[in-house]
């Protein structure tokens, strides 16, 4: 069974920064794609940014892009999801989850295992 365990999560004022990371249980880490998403309150859950299994590609969100940057170390098991220039529409839970083979980056149905998230919060 794989787990998935976000932390660096916490409250920051606008104009902020925040590292992110999740560290994966297992041996097979470095074999599959790895995702962010994002849910806030009333909302449903959102792709954030993905990264394949090799760190050579990366895909993000158009709310994102430019402030967040996602990257991993398959020798730690560990992806990151650097955050910056933090915005108060930036407030959710944010969760890791790994792609299945062949399944679509951008959709949480093609993710199938999902850490317990970590809360982001964005003051004005």
């Known amino acids: 069974q794989v787990q998935l365990v976000e932390s660096g999560g916490g409250l920051v004022q606008a104009g902020a920064s925040l590292r992110l990371s999740c560290v994966a249980s297992g041996r097979t880490f470095s074999n599959y794609a790895m995702g962010w998403f994002r849910q806030a309150p009333g909302k449903e859950r959102e792709f954030v940014a993905a990264?394949?299994?090799?760190?050579?590609?990366?895909y993000y969100a158009d709310s994102v892009k430019g402030r967040f940057t996602i990257s991993r170390d398959n020798a730690k098991n560990t992806v990151f999801l650097q955050m910056n220039s933090l915005e108060p529409e930036d407030t959710a839970v944010y969760y890791c989850?790994?792609?299945?083979?062949?399944?679509?980056?951008?959709?949480?149905?093609?993710?199938?295992?999902w850490g317990q998230g970590t809360q982001v919060t964005v003051s004005s």
């Open positions: 990264i394949t299994w090799s760190g050579s590609s990366t």
């Open positions: 989850a790994r792609k299945f083979p062949g399944g679509n980056y951008y959709y949480t149905k093609d993710y199938n295992y």
